[in-house]
């Protein structure tokens, strides 16, 4: 299993059943979240919806935190 392939995957799967389900766009989210102190620019967004771009750590964390869910669940593992 290609661990990268399957986190990009996983993540860019939440965000957007994240952004169908607050019925908001990228830039929305962006914006939201800098407005709620989670520091991170639309294009980075972006990249992490469409898979293009691995999240660090500290990313994770941070969009995690603002879904309210958990970095493991971001990062899909516990799909099978």
């Known amino acids: 299993m290609d661990y990268a392939e399957h986190v990009k995957s996983s993540v860019a799967k939440y965000l ?3 952004l169908a389900e607050s019925n908001m766009t990228i830039n929305a989210m962006a914006k939201d979240m800098n407005a709620k102190g989670y520091l991170i620019r639309p294009t980075t967004l972006a990249n992490y919806f469409n898979g293009a771009t691995m999240v660090p750590g500290s990313n994770a964390l941070m969009i995690a935190d603002y879904c309210g869910t958990s970095v493991d669940e971001l990062l ?3 799909v099978e």
């Open 76 to 78: 899909g593992a516990y």
């Open 16 to 18: 957007a059943k994240h």
